[in-house]
């Protein structure tokens, strides 16, 4: 698959990081020559000099024979600009990441050439907005239209898993779930079956249909759904956060330092509570709830700062604890000092164009990818197909399906109905089905059929 991206910045270089590992062939378009020559000496890429949005430099890039083109620089308007000019010249996809709420607004409800934009703080906020349903998820992910939910949580002591084998999962809950991936405190990955034991301090994926998914939580820790949060920070993040948590039914509260910021939160959100301060006041935070809080998220400008302030509000007792971090170096260190989540606007935007380059790739023997999320620090995926007539194992009881041994259909999706399947479940032309593994780059469904 060709690939031109313009922008040699943060996002561009996650983005051709993932899509490198993939063998795509990949231009870079980026005004600085430096830049360009650090991609072309890093990754197998080519780099062409030049304004993005100039026919001259498209062409040169190879436009009119790309299959997806990405604008990804730091200006909403270039990479609008940039996007439809690629759509005129021949591209036959445009992905542009728009920030600006007004311009993410216009062209999201308007028919404007473009094939996909993609909103980094946006979609931030939906991140975290799922990770915040339930006190014990560390992050939800859903599937096929949102009817599949699949859950990260941690095993601990009194959760009701902590040496649980999973051939006993169905007795243990009133739900039907599906244990389907699980990483060790040495960061080894397993797919587990039916022999295998959970310990407490394993990070598991539990699959299950969206309206079961909240009975589990409740089963496995007497969990309830969020009630306060507060957020240090007003950001465009944090925008988008507090107007979905709102929605929900939860109080949410602001700290933000700007004082013409905060009138605009103020203008712009109904019913948040928001706070002119500085949030790395310990003493602000301490007087404007943060013990009685559920959830503190941390959302400002700097890495740094959002380190230290989470790591002091889980010590000052917050129920759950997120952090915006970019710099993927400080992952480890604040999942082992007691932050629940840490989220970085630049994968998740680069993990969305990613998925939406492999969906176009394959060449759909036996279905090809509709959604996928990397899980388990991307040692594994979460994979979604629409099932195909190619399918090798059409209408085979799953006990007499050799899958690969690192693969487990997690479940099936049938007219709206979703089922855990079991060794006499069968798959039929038309499912959907959620598939979870440790090879990597699978595009095509039978690709997990020995």
């Known amino acids: 698959m060709k690939v031109v991206i313009v922008g040699a910045g943060n996002v561009g270089r996650e983005l051709v990081s993932r899509l490198s590992e993939e063998g795509h062939d990949i231009v870079v378009v980026d005004s ?71 311009y993410f607004e216009l062209f999201k409800e308007r028919d404007l ?157 109904e019913k948040v509570d928001i706070i002119h301060g500085d949030a790395s006041d310990h003493g602000l935070l301490l007087d404007e709830g943060l013990r009685r809080t559920d959830a503190f998220v941390s959302l400002c400008t700097l890495d740094e700062q959002n380190i230290i302030m989470s790591l002091y509000a889980r010590k000052q007792g917050a129920k759950k604890v997120i952090a915006r971090v970019e710099k993927s170096g400080y992952y480890k260190m604040l999942q082992e000092g007691g932050v629940d989540s840490v989220v970085s606007s630049k994968a998740i935007t680069a993990d969305l164009i990613a998925r939406y380059a492999r969906s176009r790739s394959g060449s759909q023997s036996g279905g090809a990818v509709k959604k996928l999320i990397r899980i388990m620090n991307d040692q594994a995926e979460t994979l979604e197909f629409t099932v195909e007539a190619s399918f090798r194992a059409l209408e085979t009881p799953l006990k007499d399906v050799k899958l690969l041994n690192n693969a487990l259909i997690a479940t099936i999706i049938r007219n709206g109905e979703v089922f855990i399947p079991d060794g006499d479940a069968v798959i039929k032309e038309g499912d959907t089905l959620i598939v979870v593994t440790t090879n990597e780059f699978t595009d095509e469904l039978n690709d997990l059929v020995e």
């Open 32 to 102: 600085s020559e430096k830049k360009l020559n650090e991609f072309i000496d890093r990754y197998d890429v080519m780099g062409v000099v030049g304004n993005g949005a100039d026919f001259d430099v498209l062409e040169e890039a190879g436009i009119s024979t790309a299959d997806l083109f990405v604008a990804c620089t730091a200006h909403d308007e270039l990479n609008i600009l940039c996007s439809l000019v690629a759509k005129k010249l021949g591209a036959k996809d445009t992905v542009a990441r728009v920030r600006s709420p007004e």
């Open 113 to 269: 050439g473009l094939t996909m934009m993609v909103n980094p703080e946006y979609e931030t906020a939906k991140e975290i907005a799922s990770a915040l349903k339930y006190l014990s998820a560390i992050k939800i992910d859903t599937f096929a239209d949102g009817s599949v939910s699949l859950a990260e949580v941690k095993v601990t002591a009194d959760s009701g898993l902590d040496g649980l084998e999973l051939k006993d999962l169905k007795n243990r809950f009133s739900v039907k779930v599906l244990v389907c991936a699980v990483e060790r405190e040495d960061g080894k990955v397993y797919i587990p079956r039916g022999n295998f034991t959970l310990r407490e301090r394993d990070t598991v994926h539990v699959a299950a249909a969206s309206g079961d998914i909240g009975t589990f939580f409740k089963e496995i820790s007497g969990d309830r759904l969020m009630k306060r949060v507060m957020i240090a920070g007003g950001g465009r993040v944090a925008y988008y956060l507090a107007k979905r948590l709102r929605r929900q039914g939860i109080k949410v509260k602001i700290i933000e330092s700007d004082e013409e910021r905060c009138k605009m939160l103020g203008e712009n959100l």
